[in-house]
């Protein structure tokens, strides 16, 4: 089921009233069945598979905290393999399988390895990874092992945050169940203010932009630089709309019931480092290799050269993670050379910025660095979105090219003509790219904008959210077109 | 508690309605809104017990077949993008109700055997259209939004258009024929695209079906004593170069064999050099003029023979 649907539309004011209508100690229960609900939606048999998890990594969290010694260890590792082993089997195998055939057909002979028709089961890298962070954390002793089947299992399927997260932690979310929350009537307008910005950021500007990055990205070798980089950059935006709308709607349906679920974006193209940038994209993805992978291997409490190779390490496990194919590993290796060369460069950088004198200038210097971050962004987006790494190549080859092209009307009608955008189509994109940095910008500020609007006369209030809901019916792309961190 | 459940009920219905409003209002005009559907349904039910002549097909019969110059009372029941599975169902459906038809002319393009609307095609929204005028449900057809909602059918995107452009008219006279005056550039490139476009929609699992929609017309019609003709209709030079041969080879195949099974006529104008360029509209379609000249030709060459004495 999309946020993005009429189903939702349906589904979501049914579940929260009658959320609110039953009494505390069933609620839990109403939760779970609509989570269950929510995900046979998408393919009813695949409840079997995260039955299979929550079972396993039920018992092992009861178990492991019950235990003593090198057990405990054991209890975990059969936890993490069963997970990962379910998470590898259907996301990795084919992609494995595809590297075996290609080694064994350059050594002359075959791969007698079928290949199998696996449908992705929606959402499984999130919600395994948001399985396997309670069993660590019961390891560790910071999470106690939860008793209640049916509680434990809501934190893995609550539906809001099911299929693209936030992944949430065990110690933030589990107490929250047991938490009675009652209707308060600024929580639920704040939440559902939330999930209409989520909803204008995907149907409005995501989907829009994806029309013209899908034209350019399915379609590369007919484009020259200029459509490149419009490409490029309208998937940047793209793929921040489409995934931090899902994030805002998740977080704003979880808040109109009472739950806080974890901040996931904070204008992540406002950083002005690529380390920065991390921190405020996909935090909840970027915490959880921060906390479980870096740390395990060391983080930065290592030698220099060791440390370096952590942070390459679970990039490149984080592009493996969005995806089975080389390009997402490219993308993820390009983000760890940005920080590693970022460290490594660090004092000559400052070192120009002092004698340019640009130092005395921190507006401007500021400007740069987020330019050149966006910039480096971008350009690793080419391999995330990419078809093929041939593509991506392409793509990366020719971004200098035809620029002389466009320096003429003439052109530039020309260049919007191959990418099947009309002047209407362009100025409402770009309108609406420039409300999402207005809305940034204002609720970065310290009463935030929800706060703000919240406090405006009821008028003017209903003004904007009919603005926004009329934007969304009138220049929303309803093509069912699925959000982008799904097929992860 | 209490007070704010009932603070946001209160506010929650006085925010929706203007938007319940303006939906419903948006239904009411969009239902309003005149379509090739809705106009031929209307023209063909007030004309019904006089129609002697039938025409079906896809947008070549519907823009090609003007049934002012058959010599007989004709309607064209052809549309653009109509496919054999809504000829087959409009047939079944209308028939009965013409105490007075002779005969049939099922229009057979070179993509009509393997073509189908099916929804998921770049020209699947007619088979909302189909189902909201015409009452015919494609079997495969997705109930989604688009079945019960014109605003979601039209788009909201078009509609907000409609609103301050004025809605799209329909240029169609009462016989059901459609003029259609100027489209692409009749030129070898302009019509190799089109060919390999009609080529892409070819689906070699669409054939079984589509014949036995054909069939299923061909039977029916028989068994009424009602005349049946399959026709070709003229193409330019430009398209018909770069049809597939062999394409084009099995479908008369399959249409031979099919007249000899059914006693349907079989005429293939495909290639008529008595049609200039002046008779086209574009590379596959003709306009006015051209659509007059085979009408006549159709009245005189062709009608005679197919339709039933009186």
């Given at each position: 089921?999309?946020?993005?649907?009429?189903?939702?539309?349906?589904?979501?004011?049914?579940?929260?009233?009658?959320?609110?209508?039953?009494?505390?100690?069933?609620?839990?229960?109403?939760?779970?069945?609509?989570?269950?609900?929510?995900?046979?939606?998408?393919?009813?048999?695949?409840?079997?598979?995260?039955?299979?998890?929550?079972?396993?990594?039920?018992?092992?969290?009861?178990?492991?905290?019950?235990?003593?010694?090198?057990?405990?260890?054991?209890?975990?590792?059969?936890?993490?393999?069963?997970?990962?082993?379910?998470?590898?089997?259907?996301?990795?195998?084919?992609?494995?399988?595809?590297?075996?055939?290609?080694?064994?057909?350059?050594?002359?002979?075959?791969?007698?390895?079928?290949?199998?028709?696996?449908?992705?089961?929606?959402?499984?890298?999130?919600?395994?990874?948001?399985?396997?962070?309670?069993?660590?954390?019961?390891?560790?002793?910071?999470?106690?092992?939860?008793?209640?089947?049916?509680?434990?299992?809501?934190?893995?399927?609550?539906?809001?945050?099911?299929?693209?997260?936030?992944?949430?932690?065990?110690?933030?979310?589990?107490?929250?169940?047991?938490?009675?929350?009652?209707?308060?009537?600024?929580?639920?307008?704040?939440?559902?203010?939330?999930?209409?910005?989520?909803?204008?950021?995907?149907?409005?500007?995501?989907?829009?932009?994806?029309?013209?990055?899908?034209?350019?990205?399915?379609?590369?070798?007919?484009?020259?630089?200029?459509?490149?980089?419009?490409?490029?950059?309208?998937?940047?935006?793209?793929?921040?709309?489409?995934?931090?709308?899902?994030?805002?709607?998740?977080?704003?349906?979880?808040?109109?019931?009472?739950?806080?679920?974890?901040?996931?974006?904070?204008?992540?193209?406002?950083?002005?480092?690529?380390?920065?940038?991390?921190?405020?994209?996909?935090?909840?993805?970027?915490?959880?290799?921060?906390?479980?992978?870096?740390?395990?291997?060391?983080?930065?409490?290592?030698?220099?050269?060791?440390?370096?190779?952590n942070l390459f390490f679970v990039f490149l496990v984080s592009g493996l993670w969005h995806g089975a194919n080389w390009t997402f590993v490219l993308w993820g290796a390009l983000h760890g050379f940005y920080l590693v060369f970022g460290l490594l460069t660090k004092d000559i950088r400052a070192y120009f910025t002092r004698i340019s004198g640009l130092f005395k200038l921190p507006g401007l210097q500021n400007a740069l660095r987020i330019l050149i971050v966006f910039?480096?962004?971008?350009?690793?987006?080419?391999?995330?979105?990419?078809?093929?790494?041939?593509?991506?190549?392409?793509?990366?080859?020719?971004?200098?090219?035809?620029?002389?092209?466009?320096?003429?009307?003439?052109?530039?009608?020309?260049?919007?003509?191959?990418?099947?955008?009309?002047?209407?189509?362009?100025?409402?994109?770009?309108?609406?790219?420039?409300?999402?940095?207005?809305?940034?910008?204002?609720?970065?500020?310290?009463?935030g904008l929800s706060a703000r609007i919240a406090a405006l006369p009821i008028g003017l209030r209903w003004g904007l959210y009919y603005c926004a809901i009329l934007a969304i019916l009138f220049f929303g792309v309803f093509e069912s077109r699925q959000f982008i961190y799904f097929q992860f | 508690m209490h007070q704010d459940i009932k603070k946001i009920i209160v506010r929650g219905l006085l925010f929706l309605l203007p938007l319940i409003v303006l939906l419903v209002s948006l239904e009411v005009y969009l239902r309003q809104i005149p379509t090739s559907y809705s106009v031929k349904r209307v023209y063909l039910e007030q004309q019904e017990n006089n129609v002697q002549v039938l025409a079906l097909g896809s947008s070549h019969a519907y823009f090609g077949i003007n049934p002012s110059y058959f010599g007989l009372v004709g309607f064209n029941l052809a549309d653009v993008g109509q496919t054999l599975f809504y000829d087959k169902e409009l047939a079944l459906k209308y028939i009965d109700a013409m105490p007075k038809l002779k005969c049939v002319l099922i229009e057979s393009s070179y993509f009509s055997f393997g073509y189908d609307l099916n929804g998921k095609t770049p020209e699947g929204w007619r088979d909302y259209f189909y189902y909201h005028y015409w009452g015919i449900k494609q079997p495969n057809l997705t109930m989604d939004s688009r079945a019960w909602s014109y605003t979601m059918l039209y788009t909201p995107r078009a509609v907000l258009g409609y609103l301050f452009r004025g809605a799209p008219t329909v240029s169609m006279e009462r016989t059901g024929w459609s003029p259609f005056e100027h489209g692409d550039a009749i030129s070898d490139e302009a019509g190799r695209i089109r060919v390999a476009n009609h080529d892409a929609s070819i689906r070699p699992e669409n054939y079984e079906r589509n014949i036995s929609y054909l069939k299923t017309i061909l039977s029916a019609l028989k068994e009424r004593g009602i005349g049946s003709v399959i026709v070709s209709e003229p193409t330019y030079k430009t398209y018909y170069q770069f049809l597939n041969t062999q394409t084009e080879k099995r479908d008369d195949e399959i249409l031979s064999n099919l007249c000899k099974d059914y006693g349907c006529g079989r005429y293939n104008f495909t290639r008529d050099q008595r049609f200039t360029i002046r008779d086209f509209a574009d590379n596959d379609h003709l306009n006015p003029d051209g659509a007059k000249k085979f009408s006549a030709i159709l009245g005189a060459e062709v009608l005679p023979r197919a339709c039933k004495a009186d």
């Open positions: 089921m999309l946020f993005n649907s009429f189903h939702f539309l349906i589904f979501f004011p049914v579940v929260t009233i009658l959320y609110f209508v039953l009494p505390h100690r069933f609620r839990w229960f109403l939760l779970l069945l609509a989570s269950v609900y929510f995900y046979m939606a998408f393919v009813p048999v695949y409840i079997l598979i995260l039955a299979f998890t929550i079972v396993i990594d039920y018992i092992a969290g009861i178990y492991i905290e019950k235990s003593q010694g090198k057990k405990r260890k054991v209890l975990l590792v059969i936890s993490l393999i069963s997970n990962i082993g379910v998470l590898a089997f259907f996301k990795y195998f084919n992609f494995i399988n595809l590297n075996i055939t290609e080694v064994l057909h350059a050594l002359g002979t075959s791969n007698p390895i079928p290949f199998l028709s696996i449908l992705l089961p929606i959402g499984l890298s999130f919600h395994t990874f948001q399985a396997m962070s309670y069993t660590i954390e019961v390891y560790r002793g910071k999470q106690p092992a939860e008793r209640n089947f049916g509680i434990y299992a809501l934190y893995v399927m609550f539906y809001p945050q099911l299929v693209a997260g936030p992944i949430e932690r065990p110690q933030n979310l589990i107490h929250q169940f047991y938490e009675e929350h009652s209707f308060d009537y600024e929580r639920v307008a704040s939440g559902l203010r939330l999930m209409l910005w989520g909803l204008f950021k995907k149907a409005v500007i995501a989907d829009r932009l994806a029309a013209v990055a899908d034209k350019v990205f399915n379609n590369t070798h007919q484009f020259a630089g200029p459509g490149l980089v419009i490409g490029i950059v309208f998937f940047a935006f793209q793929i921040f709309c489409d995934f931090s709308g899902y994030s805002d709607m998740a977080i704003g349906a979880a808040r109109v019931m009472g739950f806080r679920l974890m901040k996931n974006f904070d204008r992540p193209y406002s950083a002005k480092s690529i380390s920065e940038l991390w921190s405020r994209w996909h935090i909840s993805l970027s915490t959880w290799f921060r906390d479980y992978l870096y740390i395990s291997l060391g983080g930065s409490r290592v030698s220099i050269p060791r440390w370096y190779f910039s480096l962004t971008s350009f690793a987006w080419i391999f995330f979105r990419a078809n093929s790494f041939a593509d991506a190549m392409y793509v990366v080859s020719h971004l200098f090219a035809g620029w002389g092209s466009v320096v003429s009307v003439s052109g530039i009608s020309n260049l919007l003509a191959s990418l099947n955008v009309n002047r209407e189509a362009l100025i409402i994109a770009f309108l609406s790219v420039l409300i999402l940095e207005v809305v940034q910008y204002l609720n970065a500020k310290k009463d | -």
